[in-house]
């Protein structure tokens, strides 16, 4: 098994900017993809990005994160970041961290309890 507990979130102004964590714990050896989705009031989990086992491959989501958000892992630590800049209303979710024994991810196997990002106007 492998648990996941992000970090990070809070309440910030419109164009600020987050870095969310993810630590993991458990058989992190047999990670191999890793993602961040996000849940709004109201509206089902969306993708945000995701990232392989050596950090040379990400992938984002089309909803307008792209060039705002990045996305990086450090093996050393079992741990993954998402930077979050230029922060909007619309960002505001509860984001959570994911990790696949595959790659391509498709079906993460493991969940985080998620991290309340909030952006006011």
């Known amino acids: 098994q492998v648990q996941l507990v992000e970090s990070g979130g809070g309440l910030v102004q419109a164009g600020d900017s987050l870095r969310l964590s993810c630590a993991a714990s458990?058989?992190?050896?047999?990670?191999?993809?890793m993602g961040w989705f996000r849940q709004a009031p109201g509206k089902e989990r969306e993708f945000v990005a995701s990232?392989?086992?050596?950090?040379?491959?990400?992938?984002y989501a089309d909803s307008g994160v792209k060039g705002r958000f990045t996305t990086s892992r450090d093996n050393a630590k079992n741990t993954l970041y998402l930077q979050m800049n230029s922060l909007k209303p619309e960002d505001t979710a509860v984001y959570y961290c994911?990790?696949?024994?595959?790659?391509?991810?498709?079906?993460?196997?493991?969940w985080g309890q998620g991290t309340q990002v909030t952006v006011s106007s």
């Open positions: 994911a990790a696949d024994t595959r790659w391509p991810s498709s079906d993460y196997d493991y």
């Open positions: 458990g058989r992190t050896f047999s990670i191999k993809g």
């Open positions: 990232i392989s086992s050596s950090g040379l491959t990400t992938y």
